[in-house]
């Protein structure tokens, strides 16, 4: 049995005071403490209150100028072109020297898109969209006449590559609606929610071993190729309103276009929006057994509005090569492991484009591969299209404008070691879309 504990008086007593010396540090600490918290929260209030009251907006220009040291070319009427894409760089590029540099609240300035290039008596006639933020109280007039005087004496003291006409500079404010349908004489473009570019940085995960797609809009070409009654099969590619590109081999078991459908969106299930399909043309030379040739168009019966979440990728020229490893992009509703289930949410890889000479090896495809084949991938493996991805987009990004480079073809299981992914290679039958399309 324990006794009590007995102190003696001093002893006590020098407890005592020092119970009561930590009671007024106590209340020290806890003003202290109680200031600190007032102060934090002072603080979040005028953060929050500074962010209502300054709340970034998106505000757009269309800007229309003439540049008399270039002469028209036919091609820069054709927005798919090597002329109009190297020619738009230039301006594009241009256009951020302008209102980068020395421009007040450089920030601001956010992306150009150049929308046509026409012909004039003394050059050519450049029209371009300009975006910018700045906070929902700024006025448009004001915004406006900020970037006219910056602009104005950028022709001032900047070097420029282009002679741009003073006179003939004119500058229009936009709605964001506007803006999009301008846009969308163009291909290629993705763009946020929020109607901002989205850049290709965004896009690096992998359909194999990977994650959803992170947001609408990433890949708006992107459709689900699905029988009626059985569901997804194949992916497509969006090349217009109403036509797409994808396998042949997708059609071997059912070529009745009334029983097909296209869905488009980031799911399969639900479809941000949903078409019936009217024509399925299979390449005439396709041979399931060596599978070359493998391509398709599909025309839908009506034509798709352009949107965030739809939209139009863009044909490469037939000129354009891609050396061995440029990192290209393929996106899918396939499995993620060889036999797996089709997954309801697209998914996205990055891979490498391997060269014919190396695909063909004996230890790779011994031979197989043509000039209407692209191999793309990773010699150890790891990342790859799988089943389910078949007739979907391989895309390469070209200054934030994607081109549609493959149409996932074929290849042995999944993302094994030496046995990367096989492509029909667009390039090669842009003639053959065109007689059958137009495009």
């Known amino acids: 049995m324990y006794a009590p504990l007995e102190f003696e008086d001093a002893h006590y007593s020098q407890i005592e005071y020092q119970r009561k010396q930590q009671q007024y540090w106590d209340s020290i600490r806890l003003a202290i403490f109680t200031l600190a918290i007032v102060a934090i929260i002072g603080i979040a209030i005028g953060i929050v209150a500074h962010f209502v009251v300054e709340d970034d907006k998106s505000f757009y220009f269309l800007a229309s100028y003439k540049v008399t040291n270039i002469k028209y070319r ?3 009427g054709i927005r798919t072109s090597r002329e109009f894409a190297e020619r738009s760089h230039q301006i594009e590029r241009m256009m951020s020297r302008i209102f980068r540099r020395d421009f007040p609240g450089s920030s601001r300035f956010i992306k150009s898109h150049v929308i046509k290039i026409s012909p004039d008596e003394h050059g050519v006639n450049i029209l371009v969209v300009l975006m910018f933020r700045y906070p929902s109280t700024s006025s448009t007039a004001q915004i406006k006449k900020i970037i006219e005087n910056t602009f104005y004496q950028s022709l001032k003291i900047k070097q420029l590559p282009l002679t741009i006409s003073k006179p003939s500079f004119t500058l229009t404010s936009i709605d964001s609606k ?84 296209i869905t488009f969106g980031t799911t399969i299930i639900p479809p941000a929006v949903k078409r019936n399909v009217g024509k399925i043309i299979i390449h005439e030379k396709y041979d399931n057994k060596t599978n070359e040739h493998d391509i398709a168009l599909v025309q839908m019966t009506s034509r ?54 190396v695909c063909n090896r004996k230890d790779v495809y011994d031979g197989m591969i043509t000039s209407g084949m692209l191999c793309a991938g990773f010699m150890e493996g790891k990342v790859d299209a799988c089943k389910g991805d078949s007739g979907g987009p391989l895309v390469y990004d070209n200054r934030d404008i994607w081109y549609l480079v493959g149409i996932v073809s074929w290849g042995q299981s999944c993302a094994l070691p030496k046995k990367p992914g096989v492509y029909t290679r667009v390039t090669q039958y842009r003639a053959w879309i065109a007689s059958k399309t137009g495009i």
Request: hydrophobic content about 35%.
């Open 74 to 76: 036919e091609n820069y």
């Open 178 to 261: 506007k803006m999009r349908n301008l846009l969308n004489s163009r291909c290629g473009i993705r763009m946020t929610p929020s109607n901002m570019p989205l850049p290709a940085s965004s896009s690096t995960q992998r359909i194999v071993q990977g994650r959803q797609t992170a947001m609408e809009g990433e890949w708006p070409w992107q459709a689900s190729l699905q029988l009626i009654g059985a569901g997804h099969q194949c992916g497509a590619s969006l090349i217009s309103n109403t036509w797409l590109l994808t396998a042949a081999h997708c059609f071997r078991r059912n070529k009745n276009s009334h029983q097909w459908i």
């Open 304 to 357: 798709v509005e352009f949107s965030n979440v739809v939209q139009r990728v863009c044909l490469p020229d037939s000129s354009i090569k891609l050396r061995p490893k440029t990192s290209v992009f393929v996106t899918g509703f396939g499995s993620i492991v060889d036999d797996g289930p089709i997954q309801n949410n697209l998914r996205q890889a990055r891979v490498e484009t391997i060269s014919t000479d």
